[in-house]
């Protein structure tokens, strides 16, 4: 299976932030001579890649409910137009209580919404850098549920960003069927620096699932943001399929599922954990 993670440097500007992902889409169909012909792609975005806003709170205005959303729209007519299974990172949608959740839509190569991740842990923690306080929380609320979504390239767990951290929604999502795990992601410079990497193959270690992070990458909105970038595909040894560390633009990895599957008959993790599974549904 062929997998492509985009790296970007999004910024407040939505138009501006959708013609940069339109015109990497682009580029893909031109590299691919005829997409109709080839396998089914995938394709993930990081996080806030519609919009990346030093104030979180700026969301609001561009959150849609379950009847209208225009950010749900354009990245599903991305992934039709240009005939992609897309992980289409993170866009604000209305919660019940007043605040916002930040949610990761999968769309089919028709734009068809297969599944979508409400982000479970919330961003509330003093970082050393020019922010130095991220409140995620004033802003937005927990997700409740898990997501594991069946695809051509096996099925797709979703989780974002500082959900990284928690390795019990890794363990979660595997007993749920999980073989690819999508991380869309902004790490800040200052905890990607050290942290980013050793999460990312700990959790595939932990999982024996494939990980694919996409993440934001620069300075944005003169600097009032910094991320770390990485973008990265880890298998499921913990081993370093591809990584883009800074820039922007395409990472490419290709992946055998089955690899996953022979590891875990060889080392069935699974079957000898003997703590009690966590507790969370999947839909």
């Known amino acids: 299976m062929h997998i492509s993670l985009l790296q970007c440097q999004s910024g407040q500007d939505v138009s501006a ?34 919009l990346f806003d030093g104030h979180e709170r700026a969301q609001i205005s561009y959150a849609g409910d379950c009847h209208h959303s225009p950010l749900q ?8 137009q240009h005939r992609v299974y897309l992980v289409a990172g993170t866009i604000p949608r ?24 409400d982000k479970l842990h919330l961003f509330d923690v003093n970082v050393a850098d020019a922010t130095q306080q991220y409140r995620e929380s004033d802003t937005f609320c927990p997700g409740d549920h ?33 073989e690819i ?10 905890t990607g620096e050290v942290h980013w990497q050793v999460l990312l193959q700990a959790r595939a ?11 934001q990458w620069g300075a944005h909105n003169q600097g009032s943001r910094e991320t770390w ?41 699974a079957q000898h954990n003997r703590f009690a599974p966590p507790q969370l549904m999947c839909r």
């Open 17 to 50: 932030n959708l013609q940069f992902i339109q015109s990497q889409l682009e580029q893909l169909n031109r590299e691919n001579v005829d997409p109709a012909a080839l396998s089914p792609h995938l394709v993930v975005l990081p996080e806030c890649s519609l």
């Open 73 to 80: 729209a354009a990245l599903s007519g991305l992934a039709a």
């Open 94 to 117: 209305l919660a019940d209580d007043g605040r916002l959740h930040s949610r990761c839509y999968l769309f089919d190569d028709k734009g068809v919404t297969l599944g979508h991740y």
């Open 146 to 178: 898990i997501s594991v979504i069946d695809t051509p390239f096996g099925k797709i767990g979703l989780s974002i960003c500082y959900d990284l951290r928690f390795p019990d929604l890794f363990r979660a999502l595997r007993l749920a069927g999980a």
């Open 181 to 190: 795990i999508a991380v869309p992601a902004a790490f800040t410079k200052v």
């Open 205 to 215: 270690i932990e999982s024996q699932c494939v990980i694919v992070a996409a993440a």
């Open 229 to 269: 970038g990485q973008s990265m595909v880890v298998g499921p040894w913990g081993n370093i399929i591809a990584q883009r560390p800074t820039g922007t633009g395409w990472l490419h990895a290709d992946v055998d599922v089955a690899e996953v599957h022979r590891i875990r008959r060889n080392m069935p993790l």
